[in-house]
């Protein structure tokens, strides 16, 4: 038997026993060792998501350690440490998943080890496929638009200028290697962009917070033909774009989703490589960190957003 | 002394004298053939363009006969049959252009050589980079759509999806190959899709009206992962998208609009060497011809669309 | 038990019977309709090729109708005309296959439904990345030169230049809707390219032979930053290039393989999408056709290539 | 008058007086600060290039500061640091360059502002289309390979092997941030390439020399489907490849060479961007520093490569 935290209701999860996940000849299993929480998942905790049945089994973002192989299964053996993609049942302290899902963590501490989340990031920027030199925009600092702005940084950009209306998360851009931040609240955003860009704009723009008022204003900060790339998830009905204008510039919109497990893998597989090779390191955005049994707590705090909070995880091992 | 339409006042254009224009050394003198009428030239004639100045002189989809060649121009000699890229001053007897924006029209009629509409069309259909056996949509069965239908033809697509709400447009379309026609006001386009593209929807929708009904109708014809381009201009006020739902599909949205002239050049030259060889023929949309005379009627024809009407060019050669 | 041929030794094919092969869930089991002969099998049957150990039992090119389908499978059934992708085991009666490596031939005669061969051309010409327009060479006019050929007239060229030595490679390669052939042996085709692109050599170049000379005639008809497709098998020993030209030229070198089984998939999925829908046919390619205890005369038909052959293959059905 | 350097004979430049150069309305003056001695000159010098007239004015590498500009000229005044571009007469106390050809230096010592090599470096690392945690390796670490190796480090590799036979050499590519040094006198690379990619092979490789033996391990140290970019210029007659095996693995072979001048501009754009904003800079790579009366000495030193050399550059001002 192992523990698994279930969502009985809204802003109640129990943590539960259940009888241990057999694998597949194909499979193999993973003990836990960190589960982040995303998210997608706080409209379902918080009793938000229309049709969710109870009880529900949220966790995707796992890290562990192999336990056992299929007899099916070639490169990996007991004790590899792996980050996986599974699609839920990941707050628990097994999980069983296809071998070709895991990706070695090398020795990336777990619980930084977050491949789903990074996965996204990763194909957003490399479908923007930026030149050399580029001046980029943010717009949005959260756990998203911190990936992105790091995994921008990689790719030898010029200016990289990061936009929202939070102190905290505007420092964090800096200290994590902004050319400049605004403060949208304080600051004209095009202006700042004009100034920086001889006039001329970003030549590529990324808007990571899926509301309205952002999404309009990429349209004023980007160059004729660049790019505007909608990483934000636009929830809460239709959105209004001056489609005249936008045409006119000639932008071309890149709709950052992806959905095909064969793009997700190529991301997670492009991210682990990056993180244990040192490219890249999460330690900066992992900012609070709880036991299975605290779960509610985790799932409120990612709520609340309390100063200096990107992103919480569960950690299972004791 | 040459003859040349100016715009005095709202629908009334007057045929003037005007000296013969000047050549630079990188110019040539073209005798204009032939001048065909752009749907962007209907505002200003109809006194809906704010700001316009009088007299005005618009034309500038102009071929004809190359007289004289400035003392640095190569390649370019008297006789040479040509279409020519200006922006205005072209509904008249000669026009000046420097020789780097003329191409040579072969044994193509002058009053076919159409480059620069076609060189939009060609622009925006390869932004969309089709590959083999492509399922595409295209809405909107006006000229800009015809232009995109024979190009995408030439191109190996699978399926060829036209929709209009106009019986004679939808017969044409029919007639230069497109593998069904639509009548959205009949049918549903998204269920023809369908029915067509195996329940997966169309590799790339073209939208070529400028309206928000079939801008909206575009999400419901497109694959995951597949192009919405948008070759209409959405003039008068917002466009509304569902973003949440076309950001999930993964869509790839390109505005096919170009401003640059060396990607104007690009598409006049392919134009025309499509034209020249054959491969490429205009003469089912060239519907309707004037002389510089009649040039008030042209108008008023190409805004009443009666129909059969496709496209109307003043025809300067007796 | 079902008829299979086996190679026993070279030069002889002997039509054995076998059991019935069974399938797996995922697989279905198909009746052999046709099967074609590959050049990539002519040296085992001449027994060139090393390393070959008998009874060898060769056959790639399979189409046929589905007979029984695995209890995993979807989306086909029973009656099902396919062509399928296997590796071996093709000059057979039945044979079994992935239902995910088959796909739909519509109303395509099976001995013309090549997926297989098709699907190399394909993906060979899509790696080109023709733009419209473009003047395209292609060396060699046999089998694989002949589906270039067709593939690269679907995509709007303007000029389709072939060379070869042999006349009645020409006359169909003309008759197929070339610009211009050209007999290497009478007429350089350097020069013919130069005049026909007005001294500024071919977009593109397609190298269907496998031999120095015509590898080394690319360099010669490619325009600078055009693009040489190496289409051909280059066996028996080191190529020579004048590096330093095509350096200067800056060719792009496109090695037109592939090995990986998802890009095949997608040319014979690209193929067959072709094939049936109208826009490709091969039925002026499959030029001899012989029952399967006739496969010794059909191989050596192959290797003799008389004149008017093109592609031979084995028709299964009486 | 002004000084210039005259090649008169095999290496002997002298240093002559000159008029002035006079500018055209859209050029600019600029006052030499520094030009680079470029390998491509060496050959000119030693008296092995054939058909050069005397005396010949090389020097391309120029940077400097703006004296006069002409009246068609905007956005460059008196005073401005720049890199330009000029094909020739670069060593000299003036030039007179298209103010197009003009990139700002910012604030980048001139002698470090190198935009002409920098601009063919960045041309071929951007045609290398890097992807994020690519596998690097580069044959050659002499100053082009150094500066794509400075490049590639900009764009998030994962693993950057450098190969090369002079261990000043491989040391400063360690020193410059390389994952891996070979030196190929002592070790396998493919080896060392097979281990460091799990057995995989690099997914770009550059050969930055120019000569056979490199050029042949480039296809032992690439995977599947790999780039191979060829960034050495291969004089000295042909080059042997082993092309089956070259087609086999689907190399995609890319001549990283440009005569364009749009991409020309485009390389040196980039190039100064990065060096304005401090993502890159060049000071390791300028190891030897003459004034103009040592020109002979400046050439004899690039030819013999003493240890540590990596480039030479003629410092204009006192």
């Known amino acids: 038997m192992m523990k698994i935290a279930a969502l009985r209701a809204p802003r109640e999860f129990e943590v539960l026993d259940a009888p241990m996940p057999e694998i597949q000849p194909d499979e193999v299993l993973v003990r836990v060792a960190a589960c982040g929480v995303c998210t997608s998942e706080l409209d379902q905790w918080q009793g938000k998501s229309s049709g969710l049945s109870y009880p529900h089994f949220p966790g995707h973002e796992v890290s562990g350690v192999v336990i056992e192989v299929g007899k099916e ?4 053996a007991p004790g590899d440490r792996v980050a996986v993609w599974v699609t839920n049942h990941g707050f628990a302290e097994y999980v069983a998943v296809k071998a070709e899902y895991c990706f070695p963590a090398g020795d990336v501490p777990l619980d930084l080890a977050l491949a789903e989340p990074l996965a ?9 496929n930026l030149s050399l030199s580029d001046d980029v925009v943010i717009i949005g600092a959260g756990f998203m638009g911190n990936l992105v702005q790091k995994l921008v940084q990689l790719q030898g950009p010029r200016h990289v200028i990061v936009a929202d209306t939070r102190p905290d998360a505007l420092e964090r851009a800096k200290k994590m290697g902004a050319t400049r931040v605004v403060d949208v609240r304080n600051e004209s955003l095009p202006e700042v962009v004009k100034e920086m860009t001889g006039g001329q704009g970003a030549d590529v723009s990324f808007e990571a917070t899926g509301a309205q008022t952002p999404l309009t204003l990429m349209g004023d900060v980007t160059r004729m033909s660049g790019k505007v790339v909608i990483v934000g998830f636009h929830q809460g009905g239709m959105r209004e774009l001056p489609l005249a204008y936008w045409n006119w510039m ?5 709709n950052a989703h992806f959905r095909e497990i064969p ?26 960190r709880y036991h299975l049994n605290e779960i509610n707590t985790a799932f409120q705090t990612a709520c609340d957003k309390p100063e200096g ?6 950690v299972m091992e004791s």
Not at 263 to 284: E, P, Q, V
């Open 309 to 314: 909070f990107v992103k919480s995880t569960i």
């Open 120 to 128: 996204c990031a990763v194909n957003a920027v490399e479908l923007a």
């Open 250 to 254: 000639a932008f071309q919109i890149i």
């Open 263 to 288: 793009i997700i893998m190529h991301g997670m597989r492009t991210g682990m490589r990056l993180l244990t090779s040192g490219r890249l390191s999460l330690d900066d955005l992992v900012t609070h």
């Open 73 to 76: 299964v070639h490169g990996f």
